[in-house]
């Protein structure tokens, strides 16, 4: 349900705009004060704030940069009962979302929250966007970088020690390893490695019968993501207890 906190000290004009906006499926909040509005705003941000341009303790062009401060830009409808073109263009040049000179009727209120909750969502999309857009870009630089470390000349233990260096830094893990099949002992060995114990690993194998998740996934054909690898029946201990290093899947 979309919420809309009330901030003025008109007490007939609260009531009129609650029960419109509740009959609307609004969950609404109200409050009298500039200082009282912000608070409850602080504590449970609305989707919109009705705020009233003139209240007892402060104005409404002092509370709103306030409010915008703390993440409504864009979401305040200001109400004002003395409407002037300059009061309308300065809330809106400061961050407002709309501006509605009282009195007014429900179809304009709730077409102004409409409009607002419309615009604030659309940006919110887009940030969204945006952010996905980085966060590709940057995978796919990551993969170029990885590729071209695949494709070098170097020796394989080198180029896939700096594989797991890179993969490591990019997801942000202190430490990491690529973990290869002997056929011929069937068994899982540590080749390519990073961070803390790395030539300790080295010397670790994995038979088979032992389990563990890389033998898991192997066996089954699978990648799996383990948050916590401990709490995993399928995790193998002896690594960790080889190393005396605490790792994670």
């Known amino acids: 349900m979309p919420s809309c906190l009330v901030i003025d000290d008109d007490a007939i004009f609260r009531r009129m705009a609650a029960d419109i906006l ?12 500039g200082a009282a509005g912000l608070e409850n705003y602080l504590k449970d941000p609305t989707d919109v704030v009705l705020l009233d341009l003139f209240l007892p303790d ?20 200001i109400t ?6 300059d009061s309308a263009l300065k ?3 400061a961050g407002a979302g709309d501006y509605l000179p009282k009195p007014f009727s429900e179809e304009s209120l709730l077409m102004s929250l409409e409009r607002v909750m419309r615009r604030t969502a659309l940006e919110k999309e887009n940030q969204n966007l945006a952010l996905q857009l ?9 993969l170029h970088h ?4 695949i494709t070098s000349n170097k020796p394989l233990e080198i180029w896939m020690d700096a594989v797991v260096r890179a993969t490591s830094g990019y997801i942000g893990a202190q430490a990491g390893a690529f973990l290869l099949k002997d056929s011929k002992s069937d068994e899982l060995f540590f080749y390519g490695v990073t ?17 563990g998740i890389a033998w898991w996934c192997l066996a089954n054909r ?4 383990v948050n916590d690898a401990h709490r995993d029946s399928r995790f193998n201990s002896d690594v960790d207890e080889h190393t005396g290093f605490l790792y994670r899947l």
Do not use: C
């Not at 004002?80 to 073109?85: E, G, I, K, R, Y």
């Not at 980085?134 to 990551?142: A, E, G, H, K």
């Not at 990885?146 to 470390?149: D, M, T």
């Open 58 to 77: 402060l104005t409404g062009y002092d509370l709103l940069p306030k409010l915008i401060e703390v993440g409504a830009a864009g979401q305040v409808v």
């Open 195 to 211: 961070g803390p114990r790395g030539e300790a690993i080295r010397e670790i194998r994995l038979p088979r019968n032992e389990g």
């Open 222 to 225: 699978e990648p799996v993501k």
């Open 80 to 85: 004002t009962a003395d409407f002037s073109l």
């Open 91 to 93: 809330t809106l040049r």
């Open 134 to 142: 980085r966060r590709r870009v940057s995978d796919l630089q990551f």
């Open 22 to 33: 509740v009959a609307h499926g609004f969950v609404v909040r109200e409050e009298t004060t």
């Open 146 to 149: 990885v590729s071209q470390l």
